[in-house]
């Protein structure tokens, strides 16, 4: 059989079993988030205050890890990669010259304290739907 035939019915494979098994090797004990070429595995992640995050990138095009600054708890601390102060701050430095981009391979982790719901986004796929959520509960 031709690789490519292969490699195809691969795929349809793992479309017929469903994501979990076509997403599997997204996910490893390196990080508990995949960046993909258009989105976070999983979207959504429940953790205990304390637990430290990690995402990786794990597709070829540029991503950043973005708080919302209106959703994340009141007393919660801000993150983005880059390590940005604000949101605006995240922003500007994206499209001004891609700060806080995170490259295929490289990691970024974000320790969570408060309990509460955490939305973030990617700045350069949010109009794509690059965003997902950590719930952090006692």
Not at 111 to 134: K, L, W
């Amino acid at each position: 059989m031709k690789r490519r035939r292969f490699l195809g019915r691969l795929g349809a494979a793992s479309v017929a079993v469903g994501a979990p098994a076509a997403l599997a090797g997204c996910l490893t004990d390196d990080h508990d988030i995949a960046m993909t070429a258009d989105g976070f595995v999983p979207e959504e992640l429940t953790v205990t205050p304390g637990t430290t995050v990690v995402w990786e990138n794990t597709s070829s095009r540029r991503h950043t890890v973005t708080a919302y600054e209106g959703g994340i708890p009141e007393d919660a601390e801000y993150f983005a990669s880059g390590g940005f102060e604000d949101e605006g701050t995240a922003r500007a430095a994206f499209w001004d010259d891609f700060g806080g981009e995170i490259d295929n391979g490289e990691r970024y982790s974000h320790t969570f304290e408060v309990p509460g719901r955490y939305d973030y986004v990617c700045i350069p796929h949010e109009d794509g739907g690059m965003y997902a959520t950590v719930f952090v509960e006692e």
